[in-house]
C-alpha cells in the first residue's frame, strides 16, 4: 500500500510568538520572549535585563540555553535592540490570506498556539481579555470554513511575563491554578470546534527563564517545575474530558532520535540512560506515574528528593494523555562520557546536516516512531517536522526548493513505512512550518522553513508579502494523492 490511512491528517504547525506579532495589540500582554532579542547560530539570542544600579546583563535563555537571571534583574526595552517577538510575520493582521493560503494546499489540520498572554494579560486575572478570544475565534472560524481540524497548543515555551516575574514561574505550585484557569476559558470558547489539544511543546527541553519563567535552571528547579508542569497538564486532561468528551490530549515531546556512537557496550548503555532523559517525560504523562529509574535522573541532575504528594500521583495516573505527539528534526549521536543533551549531541558522520547543524535522517523518524509506539502503545501524531536553511527567492519572491521537497518526500515515505510496514498507529503529521517564520533558537528569518515564503529579512524589514514556492504545490499533491505521488 503506497497511501497513509484513511483520514490521515495533513497540515502544519507555528507558535504564536513566532508567527503572530502583534505584542502590544488586542489587550496582549507581554510574555517573556517579548525581551529577547534576534541572534544567530554564532551569536545566540539574549534576553535585555537590567540591574537595580542601571547595569544592562544579557542572559541567554533559549531553546540550547538557560543563564541564570539574578533576582534583582528587570526585563527592558531596548531602542536599540531588534525584538522578533513584536512583529513577527505579522500573523496577526494576516491570518485569513495564510489560511486561505494553507486551505489552497488541502491541510485538513493546523496546529497553532494560542498566546496565553492574549487570553490573559498577566495570567492572573478574573475575566480572560475578550480581544483575545475574539481573535482566536476568528481563527478557529476561519479553518472551519475550509474544513480544516484546529489542533491547539496551550503552552508552546512560553510564560506571562507577571507571571515570572512575580511567582519565579513554573518553579511555583501557584502557576498549576493560573494555567488551570487559562485551559478552562479555552475549553469554554473553543471546546465546540476543537477536538485536539496539545498541554505543552516540548516539556521535556524547556527551562529557565524564556519557557519556563525560572530565574535558575539547576536540576532541582528544572525538575521541580516540570513536576508542576505535570500535574497542570493532566489536571487540564481530566477538565477538558469532563467539558468536551470527544476531546483529545497530547503534550509535545522534543524526540529527534539519540543513536549510541558505536557498538562498545559503554557507549550504548550510555545512550539508553542519556535517552531516558526524555522518555522520562512521556512515561510520566502518557502512562501516569513516575517510573523506576526517576531517581537515577534527578541524582544525575544533582538532587536525590521531589516531594510527589499522593494527591499528584492520582491527578498523574488519571490525567494520562489519549495520544503522544512529538517534534522530529534530526539524529544525533552519544559516547560514554559525554554529558547528557536532552536535544542534539554529537554529529554523525554518515548523515549530512543543514547550514544549521542539524543531521538528517529520515530513516531515524521511523525508528522514533517505533519506539515510541512500542513502549506507550497510544497513537501518535507527529506535529514537527521540517527543514530550516536559506533560501533564494526570484524577484516575484517564488523560491524553487527541490532540497526541501526532497527532505519531505524521505521523512514521508520513513513515516509511511512505519504505518504500512511497522503496524504504528499514527493519526496526523503537521509540518514546521507551512509559512516562513521567526526561528525558535536563533531568532532568525533566514532559517526558512515555510511552503510559502514571506518578503521579510532578520531585522523585519520587507513588504510581508507571502509567495507559494514550488514545495506549496508538490504538497498540495501529496495531500490530495494521501501520499501516494511521493513514489
Ligand atoms: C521546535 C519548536 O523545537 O523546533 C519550535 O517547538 C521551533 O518552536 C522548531 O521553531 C525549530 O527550531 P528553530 O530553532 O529552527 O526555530
Not at 506579532?21 to 535585563?49: A, C, K, V
Not at 481579555?129 to 489542533?151: A, C, D, H, T, W
Not at 510564560?159 to 512575580?166: E, G, H, S
Not at 506507550?376 to 501524531?381: D, G, R
Request: glycine share 8%; aromatic share 14%; proline share 5%.
Amino acid at each position: 500500500m503506497n497511501t497513509f490511512p484513511k483520514g490521515f491528517l495533513w497540515g502544519g504547525a507555528s507558535a504564536d510568538f513566532q508567527v503572530e506579532g502583534g505584542f502590544d495589540e488586542g489587550g496582549r500582554g507581554l510574555l517573556s520572549h517579548d525581551y529577547e532579542t534576534d541572534g544567530s547560530l554564532e551569536e545566540p539570542r539574549h534576553h535585555t535585563m537590567k540591574m537595580p544600579d542601571g547595569t544592562l546583563i544579557y542572559p541567554r535563555s533559549s531553546f540550547f540555553y538557560a543563564d541564570e537571571v539574578p533576582p534583582e534583574a528587570e526585563p527592558v526595552f531596548l531602542e536599540d535592540a531588534y525584538y522578533p517577538s513584536h512583529k513577527a510575520v505579522d500573523f496577526y493582521h494576516h491570518y485569513k490570506e495564510d489560511i486561505a493560503l494553507m486551505a489552497g494546499m488541502g491541510f485538513n489540520v493546523y496546529r497553532f498556539s494560542i498566546c496565553w498572554s492574549r487570553i490573559y494579560p498577566n495570567g492572573e486575572e478574573e475575566q480572560p481579555n475578550k480581544e483575545g478570544l475574539s481573535f482566536y475565534r476568528n481563527v478557529i472560524n476561519e479553518l472551519k470554513k475550509y474544513g480544516m481540524e484546529p489542533l491547539i497548543t496551550i503552552c508552546h515555551d512560553e510564560m506571562p511575563m507577571n507571571l515570572a516575574l512575580k511567582y519565579d514561574g513554573w518553579s511555583s505550585r501557584y502557576l498549576i491554578d493560573c494555567y488551570l484557569k487559562y485551559c478552562k476559558t479555552l475549553f469554554e470558547h473553543f471546546g465546540q470546534d476543537c477536538k485536539y489539544w496539545l498541554t505543552f511543546n516540548e516539556i521535556n527541553a524547556v527551562k529557565g527563564f524564556g519557557p519556563c519563567g525560572t530565574r535558575k535552571s539547576d536540576g532541582h528547579v528544572r525538575y521541580l517545575a516540570a513536576h508542576h508542569m505535570f500535574v497542570a497538564s493532566a489536571k487540564a486532561v481530566i477538565l477538558g474530558h469532563e467539558m468536551m468528551p470527544d476531546a483529545k490530549f497530547g503534550t509535545m515531546y522534543a524526540m529527534s532520535e539519540l543513536y549510541p556512537a558505536s557498538c562498545k557496550s559503554e557507549d550504548v548503555f550510555h545512550a539508553l540512560l542519556e535517552r531516558r532523559e526524555n522518555w522520562y517525560f512521556i512515561d510520566i504523562m502518557a502512562r501516569g506515574y513516575y517510573p523506576s529509574y526517576a531517581k537515577q535522573i534527578w541524582k544525575h541532575h544533582g538532587f536525590d528528593h521531589l516531594e510527589i504528594s499522593d494527591e499528584d500521583k492520582d491527578i498523574l495516573k488519571r490525567g494520562q494523555l489519549d495520544f503522544v505527539s512529538f517534534s522530529y528534526y534530526r539524529s544525533n549521536i552519544t559516547q560514554a562520557g559525554d554529558p547528557w543533551f536532552n536535544v542534539g549531541g554529537s554529529i554523525n558522520p554518515y548523515l549530512e546536516t543543514t547550514p544549521w547543524g542539524w543531521p538528517i535522517d529520515p530513516l531515524g523518524l521511523r525508528h522514533v516512531m517505533n519506539t515510541i509506539y512500542d513502549r506507550i502503545q497510544k497513537p501518535l501524531f507527529i506535529v514537527e517536522n521540517g527543514l530550516g536553511v536559506i533560501d533564494q527567492a526570484d524577484e516575484n519572491g517564488y523560491v524553487e526548493d527541490d532540497y526541501r521537497i526532497e527532505y519531505l518526500k524521505d521523512h514521508f515515505k520513513a513515516m509511511r513505512d512505519a504505518i504500512n510496514e511497522d503496524g504504528v498507529d499514527c493519526i496526523g503529521y503537521t509540518m514546521w512550518a507551512p509559512i516562513d517564520l521567526v526561528s525558535l533558537s536563533t531568532g532568525e528569518m533566514k532559517k526558512r522553513y515555510g511552503f510559502i515564503y514571506v518578503d521579510m529579512n532578520d531585522k523585519g524589514e520587507g513588504s510581508l508579502k507571502r509567495t507559494p514556492k514550488k514545495s506549496y504545490y508538490w504538497m498540495k499533491e501529496v495531500i490530495s494523492s494521501n501520499g501516494s505521488s511521493i513514489d
